[in-house]
């Protein structure tokens, strides 16, 4: 795949996700709190899917499945240090007491969050176009209730409507450079991609059990917690069919 179109699927992504979070917002109270945990199931599935049904089994068949999965652990014991530092933090809740009143932090945590999604998402299109494909699926879908929620913390942290919908933005732009530098560098060490897709996988799976299924965990309810597990079973569903 080229870097144009690499370098498009990311600005893409990046204008999607914005817009599509921001005019999340329009919605009204209600209806944004039932659409959300949706969002987060559908999120779920589609990330866990990608990292134990694409990402992993296509890294084992280049290094072999030991090593694959010691690399792994080593993204899943990064990750933990990163959040641990208040760097790599998601929270989908608008009263989140970590990040309310702290606009600026969340904005930057955000940005390398950012950086590093391009990364992944590269190293999965210098694999295949199918993995590349099935990854930014998982990651995009992922970012949109993370957005929402971010936004709702900044406008809660003293931000007009204005500047929280133009720092998201700019905030979700380290995307590019993150992928562009990862193209160009994979080009030349094409033999550390498998290696990056061990990370990338922890990435997800991180993601999806340390921060999206604990937020499900506060509905309660049989009828709700079926739904969820229904739109978590779409997401898996859905990278499934793409790969």
Known sequence: MSVSEVTIILLVGVVGVSVVSSAFLLLNEKLRKSLLPILISFATGSLLA?????????????????????????????????????IFRHCHEHDCATHKGAGFVILSGDAIHSFFDGVIIAAAFQFSRELGIATTIAILIHEIPQEVSDIA????????????FLYNFLAALPA?????????????????????????AASLLYVAISDLVPGLHKYAGLKQGLLHFGFVLLGVAAIYLVR
């Open 50 to 86: 990608t990292a134990l049904l694409v990402t992993i089994p296509d890294a084992a068949r280049q290094i072999g499945p030991t090593k694959a999965l010691q690399w792994v652990l080593v993204g899943i014991l990064f990750f933990f240090l990163l959040e641990r530092l208040v």
């Open 153 to 164: 913390i900044l406008l809660e942290s003293g931000f007009s409507r204005r500047k929280t």
């Open 176 to 200: 590019l450079p993150g992928g562009l530098l990862t193209f160009y560098f994979l080009s030349e060490l094409r033999y550390l991609t498998p290696y990056f897709m061990s990370i990338s």
